[in-house]
């Protein structure tokens, strides 16, 4: 066994770029290979729907398209379902974060791990998982260096 250590905002890097990797890496998986595959605007269409079910602060609105579609490619390029809406899920994560952070108001910045209940949870790794706990566990011992570190590297 190989242990690697890295400062968290390395790790934030890392499961970034693992997450929009992963992402990338389905447009590469056949469609009979049982992953559900969609269009760019499809995605979109994914997202601007999930924005419709998530409350974003005061002062805050939605991007027009998730960070992990804004770069354009070509057409050919497929999506596994479900980018648009996770990708509307961190664009929730980060505007709570931001507004908490700007506010100072631990009952909103409690309001992050709200984020384990969505579906993009259910799609991010154990290092990921860790991340996300460790910034949960910071922001109740009133420690916001982790979640202001990862506001800066994803936000």
Request: negative net charge; hydrophobic residues 40%.
């Amino acid at each position: 066994i190989v242990v690697v250590t890295c400062s968290p905002r390395r790790a934030a890097r890392l499961v970034l770029a693992a997450l929009v990797t992963c992402f990338m890496l389905c447009s590469c998986v056949l469609a009979d290979g049982g992953s559900t595959l969609v269009s760019r605007e499809e995605a979109i269409a994914e997202y601007k729907k999930e924005t419709q079910t998530l409350e974003l602060p005061p002062g805050h609105g939605w991007p027009e398209v998730p960070s992990e579609l804004r770069e354009v490619l070509p057409e050919s390029v497929m999506y596994e379902e479900g980018i648009g809406q996770q990708g509307a899920q961190f664009a929730w994560y980060c505007a709570w974060a931001r507004h908490g952070l700007e506010a100072r108001n631990q009952a909103e910045l409690n309001r992050l791990d709200d984020f384990k209940q969505m579906r993009v949870w259910s799609h991010i790794d154990s290092v990921g998982h860790k991340l996300f706990e460790r910034i949960q566990e910071g922001i109740s011992s009133g420690d916001l260096a982790p979640l202001r570190e990862y506001v800066s590297n994803n936000c």
